[in-house]
């Protein structure tokens, strides 16, 4: 069976430091691979999306970037940290090119 | 014109009530309308979706009401129960948004004991 894996599950980190999250896939091969924001209270907000290794499109300019180094694993990382990017962050994964996505459990991020 | 609009914000529902959540897009060229349940804390997950060659599903308590000309689709909760209280996502996708799904800004759901 499908899972994914997303940590670190809740992290607090200064303004201007630097930032990873990891995603990965087990039990499927080339997956679509998508990173959401949730704002609290809010709705989710597409951030980048990986149709295959190496290939990321983005959808919201701003800080954050993305990268697939492995067919299963996606990575959100920054620079430096801005308040406005806290967050609930999740990873998703699909196999059809516009059906069901199976979300990770997601990241809290808490920038202070 | 890729947006998802849904309502209410939030919804009080006695226990045994109808829940009903609605949802509008604009982009006719969506072709797959998924509802997702998202607990506190926690990922959200498929509750159930339809196609727009239907105008009806229904899985269980649950059904999704799909009205194509007016570009509107709803979910009913038939006898909510308290384990029903989650956050709703509707959502979209197809199209030119290929890859891309769409979510409504979602609908707090508290069902009353």
């Known amino acids: 069976s499908q899972t994914i894996h997303q940590w670190p599950a809740t992290l607090v980190q200064p303004v201007g430091s630097p930032l990873s999250l990891e995603c990965t896939v087990e039990?499927?091969?080339?997956?679509?691979l998508y990173w959401y924001r949730q704002a609290a209270g809010r709705g989710l907000q597409l951030l980048f999306y990986s149709v295959g290794i190496g290939q990321i499109s983005s959808e919201v300019p701003q800080n954050l970037s993305a990268s697939r180094p492995q067919d299963r694993q996606f990575i959100l990382s920054s620079k430096k940290l801005l308040l406005s990017d806290s967050g609930f962050y999740l990873c998703a994964w699909s196999v059809l090119f516009h059906g069901e996505l199976f979300f990770g459990e997601g990241s809290r991020l808490t920038v202070l | 014109q890729q947006q998802v609009k849904q309502s209410p914000q939030s919804l009080i529902v006695q226990k045994g009530g109808i829940s009903i959540i609605n949802c509008a897009y604009e982009n006719t060229a969506f072709d797959y309308f998924p509802w997702y349940q998202q607990f506190p804390g926690k990922g959200p997950a498929l509750l159930i979706a339809i196609r727009p060659d239907v105008s009806e599903k229904k899985e269980g308590r649950f059904t999704i009401s799909f009205n194509k000309s007016a570009k509107q689709f709803s979910l009913h909760i038939m006898d909510s129960q308290p384990g029903d209280s989650a956050t709703y996502f509707c959502a979209a996708s197809g199209g030119t948004g290929g890859f891309k799904t769409i979510f409504g800004a979602g609908t707090r759901l508290f069902v009353k004991a």
């Open positions: 039990g499927t091969s080339n997956p679509n």
